[in-house]
């Protein structure tokens, strides 16, 4: 086998392509499930597996699996991948990083003559973003059999379009229970992702190692209040729905800081109003409410004290309350094979490495379920992600496809 | 001259008509300035007008007249009119039947054999309604002088689309410095409406004569935080936007709540946050508000407090605040002679009438200015406007419109 030569230029360039690939004008990338832009990422990423001879399948639910088939086809896979739809108004390297990335170290370990012993599986998982049906890890879940079908049928986006009505339009006709993967399906999942937070880039370490990811669980909140005119309608008369919206957004805030721990995050990241007008009283109010922790216990805790006080202020106010708790996620346990095995291929490439907390989730959260898994995290500048300008270098990132190729290389050669 | 007959039943067919001319599905009506159903709307009005013989003309905003001409053509006209725009998910009744209800009125006049001395006009307001550019009275504005033509220019919609762009695609070409009146252009201005609170109902009062029009004010509140991933930043790292709105629209409440005056009242009608998306921080924040008074001097007292609430809100959140006063206008005291009229009128017709405040704004406000104004009210069931269930019953409609029919006739006659 030849060194591995990772061709950062060409990686570059891809993931800059698939950037364009957006339902808003660059520098801004926004890639909700299966909208054309999220169908033509799609096409563009299998475009890349085609060229390097994977075998390309997609489930009933639209994660995509791309195969690099090992010679001992009794052992089961080794599986990386990540992500590459984008919530509104995000940038081009959270979830990229990790499917482009995975295919470039593929490239590079075929380039090198390497010969898997087990297949090398990259999966694409459907809307690791919650943006469409207010619910993260869409796909994953469905693969570990942590989202019910029932929920999964229920689930409707804000135009009332169901999963049903959407994975048909993006071209997925199986159905919907086959997309479970039986537990150890998979020997392994690795994935690489940018960190998401300014640990590793002010500790100046290159590579992070996940070994737990933190526990996250989304509300909603439909207020139904009395609407008129706001001219007419005196204050004491008032039940406005969006004013016991505000209240519930400040107390998530306060919930969260007053845990105890201060890995507890609580944000209200939706809140619209209807009628929205300026003189008219709102009548309805829809809140969505994002909630993590690394631990289970203090991240209940803010739950429950978010669903009391918003039982009080709707009381209070004579606003009717729809309190839905969609999710509730345990937080995932790496594998500390997993763990150790990136550490030593790091320390092989004189790579400084930093064992950490993911505060955001992502699929490995819900592969854990399926199999031992852990990630690869490359710094991002500033710790922003989610946002136009995002950034990770091309130096970081090579150093992060760098790790997950060796890493591939060890647990399937 | 015969006796007046109102002809309900056809003016009721022409409002049902007109709801369905709208930019949502019945029974709700939205009809925006210059979209395709305000366009629309507008078409419907003129061929009523054309069926009445009244000549048509239009100004540079889209303020549409109709003229019944007068034998004395030296005699300033006595107007009337409304408006039928309508903010989204609105009903069929406000402005409508200010407009609809006049060529009622003027169709029953024609009717009698009645010949007017001094023209009788119609006047169908552009815009009263404040939704696309966030200010109420556009057209009367504009007619009034009250609008710097500076101001109508820099008006931006939420798609950065201006007033010059919108009155192009509505057809009107003119210059927006021809639109204002001349002081006493009209003899005066006579504007029948819903009355879009509950007093005459509760009193069972059928007809209400307006003294007093409240002091509005319009406030733009934009709010600029530091956006970032939901799950990653942490609580003391940040400055979320949609928070200080939420802080900023609970203050608005406090401020209408303690001017001192029961009638201060304040409505944060809308509140939108970008990105907007369950797991990301929000980084901006936009509120309209609006305020009202039957006094200047509380009206104010609880802007001023806003806005310094505001102020120290976003310094200890570290969000930046933009905040503009749109406008804070005077009220308008109607002209007595014409209220004296008006309740003569209903004291001859038998129907009980109610000297009372409009708690609403409408374009009478701004054509105080110009000319002696004063407002005929009938009831609306509940005391409920722009929503789909406000309602007026075809006998009250009537009553509003044989007092219109009968006023013009004086002041004409």
Redesign the interface.
């Known amino acids: 086998m030849n060194p591995l030569v990772i061709n950062g230029q060409r990686l570059q360039r891809e993931i800059d392509e698939l950037a364009t690939i957006s339902e808003a004008p660059a520098p801004v990338v926004t890639r909700i499930l299966f909208s054309e832009a999220d169908l033509r990422g799609r096409a563009f990423v299998k475009k890349i597996c085609s060229s390097l001879s994977l075998k390309i399948r997609s489930d009933a639910v639209g994660n995509l699996f791309a195969r690099w088939e090992g010679f001992d086809k009794k052992l089961p896979a080794i599986a990386t991948g990540s992500h590459i739809d984008a919530?509104?108004?995000?940038g081009r390297y959270d979830g990229v990083v990790g499917v482009l990335g995975a295919l470039e170290a593929i490239r590079a370990l075929q380039s090198s003559g390497f010969k898997p012993r087990r297949a090398i599986e990259l999966i694409v998982f459907t809307a690791e973003?919650?943006?469409r049906f207010?619910i993260?890890c869409l796909g994953s879940r469905l693969l570990a059999g942590s989202l019910s079908l029932d929920k999964a049928r229920a689930l409707r986006d804000r135009d009332c379009k169901s999963l049903e009505h959407w994975r048909k339009r993006g071209g997925c006709n199986g159905r919907l229970n086959s997309v479970r993967l039986a537990r150890n399906y998979y020997a392994g999942f690795v994935e690489l992702h940018i960190?998401?937070?300014p640990l590793l880039e002010r500790a100046k370490i290159p590579i992070g190692v996940v070994e737990k990811i933190?526990a996250?669980g989304?509300m909603h909140v439909e207020l139904t209040g009395v609407?008129?005119?706001?001219?007419?309608?005196?204050?004491?008369d008032r039940h406005?729905a969006?004013?016991a919206?505000?209240?519930i957004?400040?107390a998530v805030?306060q919930a969260?800081?007053t845990t105890g721990s201060?890995?507890?995050?609580?944000?209200?990241?939706?809140?619209?109003?209807?009628?929205?007008?300026?003189?008219?009283?709102?009548?309805h109010a829809w809140l969505?409410?994002?909630l993590?922790d690394t631990q289970v216990k203090t991240r209940d805790l803010a739950l429950r004290r978010i669903k009391k006080t918003a039982m009080q202020i709707c009381k209070r106010r004579g606003v009717k309350l729809k309190f839905s708790v969609l999710n509730a996620d345990a937080p995932a346990i790496c594998d500390s094979g997993l763990v150790e095995l990136v550490a030593g291929v790091c320390q092989e490439l004189r790579l400084p490495v930093k064992r950490m907390i993911s505060?955001?989730?992502h699929d490995s959260l819900f592969m854990a379920q399926v199999c031992p898994i852990t990630m690869i995290f490359i710094p991002c500048r500033g710790?922003?992600?989610?946002?136009p300008d995002e950034y990770s270098s091309l130096r970081q990132i090579k150093n992060g496809v760098a790790v997950l190729a060796r890493t591939l290389a060890r647990l399937a050669g």
Chains 1, 2 share one sequence.
């Open positions: 919530i509104p108004n995000a973003e919650p943006t207010g993260g960190e998401q937070g933190a996250p989304t609407g008129g005119h706001a001219g007419a309608m005196l204050m004491p406005d969006a004013l919206g505000a209240e957004a400040l805030e969260a800081k201060r890995d507890t995050v609580g944000t209200t990241g939706v809140f619209r109003i209807e009628p929205g007008a300026v003189n008219s009283v709102p009548c969505e409410i994002d993590r505060r955001a989730y710790g922003v992600s989610h946002r």
